[in-house]
């Protein structure tokens, strides 16, 4: 019988100029893959800061990704998970033939976001 295939986790942010919100997706990245299970985990940025997409990817595989999801982390699906990610991916699925890369639809929609938008509102009316 097959084994299930080595799964690794990136989880795909925009990229910015402050350091420290490029780290925040990094624990972010880290903690969700630890919720999953995945011990293999990157974050990747579009563009402002490191690593790519792509990179990302080729690091998993190094370290023996067969499967690789990628979730972004982007509210609504805007131009960048419209048109720029898929591109990314075929991209890179075109030089990976045999490599299972898939990715999430983003944050929009999920019914947590109204539960933390409502915990953030009720932090002020209880201050």
Known sequence: MPSEPRIGL??????????????????????????????????????????????????????GAEKIIVTPYFLTMGIHLQRDLPALLSEIAAKRPGLDLTYSPPLDGHPALVDILADRAQELIRS
């Open 10 to 63: 990136v989880v795909f942010a925009h990229g910015s100029r402050v350091r420290e919100a490029n780290e925040a997706v990094r624990r972010v990245a880290e903690r969700a893959a630890e919720r999953c299970n995945i011990s293999l985990w990157e974050a990747a940025f579009l563009e402002l800061a490191e690593p790519t997409l792509e990179s990302s990817v080729e690091l998993l595989m190094k370290r």
